[in-house]
């Protein structure tokens, strides 16, 4: 058995008592007294015998005063700069209607009509960055006039004719 060091000051000296359940003790029961627990009270069995502990949780109020935005009808919000380019080089590519294309055109509808916080403006415009490079990997690529030209220049360039 261990001897206790009493507390600053104060040694002490006395043994320190082995504990059945829990972690050991530092201190003697002298130098550091066990708390007395509180007792569970058991369930009375009238309504008028109930304590005040035992009284149901009553719910709160609703906050009154919170402003909720009306909904914003689809037909009559202005389409912002960000949708509009997203639907133009989605319908241009023909990808418009697909499901990733929709979530594109959704999230940056979204972020048009923002009223969030910075952070979760800056979630939404990092989940578009993502829907976006999903779906337009996914789509066909028609070349253009550079493309032409880096063909014909690499053609050149192995000995092939153009």
Avoid: F, W
């Avoid at 919170?66 to 009559?76: G, K, N, R, S």
């Amino acid at each position: 058995m261990a001897s206790c060091p009493g507390k600053p000051g104060r040694p002490c000296g006395r043994t320190i008592e082995p504990v059945l359940n829990g972690r050991p003790r530092k201190l003697c029961s002298v130098c550091s007294p066990s708390r007395p627990r509180r007792k569970a009270l058991a369930p009375a069995d009238s309504p008028a015998d109930t304590p005040d502990v035992y009284t149901p949780v009553t719910t709160l109020p609703v906050r009154q005063g919170v402003y909720t935005p009306p909904p914003v009808d689809e037909l009559e919000a202005p389409v912002g700069p960000l949708e509009a380019a997203h639907r133009e080089a989605l319908t241009r590519l023909g990808i418009a209607e697909h499901p990733d294309g929709l979530l594109v055109l959704n999230l940056a509808r979204r972020l048009d009509r923002s009223t969030e916080s910075g952070s979760a403006h800056a979630s939404m415009a990092n989940q578009l960055m993502r829907a976006a490079e999903r779906a337009y990997a996914g789509a066909p690529i028609t070349p253009d006039a550079l493309d032409e030209l880096a063909r014909r220049r690499e053609s050149r360039a192995t000995g092939g004719a153009s």
